[in-house]
Structure formats: structure tokens, C-alpha cells
């Protein structure tokens, strides 16, 4: 049996990272839609990245004799002001995100859970990457300003940056 505490940090944990899938979905079908192909296809591949954090909680839960909850995802937002508000919104969820993962390793060093504990250091260094990724971003974004010239350039990188990560599998395990 899982210990009741780890096994109510994980399911919050997996919640956490399915909201995550469905609020970058939401920012790509957004990008989509307004001619922004690269940031589209950057965005699609970061929901799955998310789903695939969440799978990966899925199945370590159900492996040490919890129980996975499955949850239910609010509607994440159609519209977006902005590029560069689309990325402060990433940025700021992934903090939220490392907190909560930051949570569930204190959580785990109470229980003294060890083993959690080691598989949660991969989630650790995910997010010191990924919101290393989103501060880049809005870095160049703000340097772009409202340069359109600019923008296209910014967004075929994004494009190739998203074909780069597909080919290496984007720092996903085995
Ligand atoms: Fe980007 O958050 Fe998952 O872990």
C-alpha cells in the first residue's frame, strides 16, 4: 500500500500536469489560429510533454499500490491578448508547477519516502529546464518588441526548435 499522503501529493501532482496539457493545447490552437505555425507546433509538443509527466505519475502511483485518480480538466482559456502574454502565462504556470512538484518532495522527505523522493528529482530537473526555456523566450519576444520581421523569424524558430526536440524526444526518458 501506498502511504496516503505521497499517494493525495501524486494524484494533485498528475492534475497539476494534465491542466498543464490542456493549457498549452488551448495556447497552440490559439497560435493556430492566428498564422503563428511554429509557435503552434512548439506549443502542441509542449501538451504532450505535459501529458506524458502525467502518464508517468499515472503509472509510478498505480506501480506502488496506490490508486491514480484520473481527473477532470477545467476549460483552459480560448483567447490570448498577445504572444508575449501567452509566454508570461507559461512561465508563470511552470512556477506554479515547480512549487507543487517542490511540495511534493518536502512531502516526501516527512514520510521519509525515499524512493518517491528519487523518482521525483527527474520532475525537479524538468522544471529548472523548462522555465529556463520560457525565460529565454520572453526574453527574445520582448527584445522583438512589436517588430514584425521580428515575429516571423522568432516563430520559424520556434518551429525548428520544436522539429529539434521531436528528433531528440525533447529530454523524455525511455
Ligand atoms: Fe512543465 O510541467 Fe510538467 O512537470
Not at 496516503?4 to 497560435?31: C, G, P, T, V
Request: with cysteine; net charge negative; aromatic share 8%.
Amino acid at each position: 500500500m501506498m502511504n496516503k499522503r505521497i499517494e493525495a501529493a501524486l494524484n494533485d501532482q498528475i492534475q497539476k500536469e494534465s491542466s498543464s496539457s490542456q493549457f498549452y493545447l488551448a495556447m497552440a490552437s490559439w497560435a493556430e489560429n492566428n498564422g503563428l505555425n511554429g509557435t503552434a507546433k512548439f506549443m502542441y509538443q509542449h501538451s504532450d510533454e505535459e501529458r506524458f509527466h502525467m502518464l508517468k505519475l499515472i503509472k509510478f502511483v498505480n506501480e506502488r499500490g496506490g490508486v491514480a485518480l484520473v481527473p477532470a480538466v477545467p476549460q483552459p482559456p480560448v483567447e490570448f491578448d498577445s504572444l508575449e502574454r501567452v509566454f508570461e502565462l507559461l512561465l508563470e504556470h511552470e512556477i506554479v508547477v515547480t512549487e507543487s512538484i517542490n511540495g511534493v518532495v518536502d512531502v516526501c522527505l516527512q514520510e521519509k519516502d525515499y524512493s518517491t523522493h528519487n523518482f521525483m528529482q527527474w520532475y525537479v530537473s524538468e522544471q529548472l529546464e523548462e522555465e529556463a526555456l520560457a525565460r529565454g523566450i520572453l526574453d527574445k519576444l520582448r527584445l522583438i518588441g512589436g517588430d514584425k520581421g521580428g515575429l516571423y523569424l522568432f516563430d520559424r524558430d520556434l518551429e525548428n526548435a520544436a522539429a529539434q526536440a521531436t528528433a531528440g524526444m525533447g529530454g523524455q526518458p525511455a
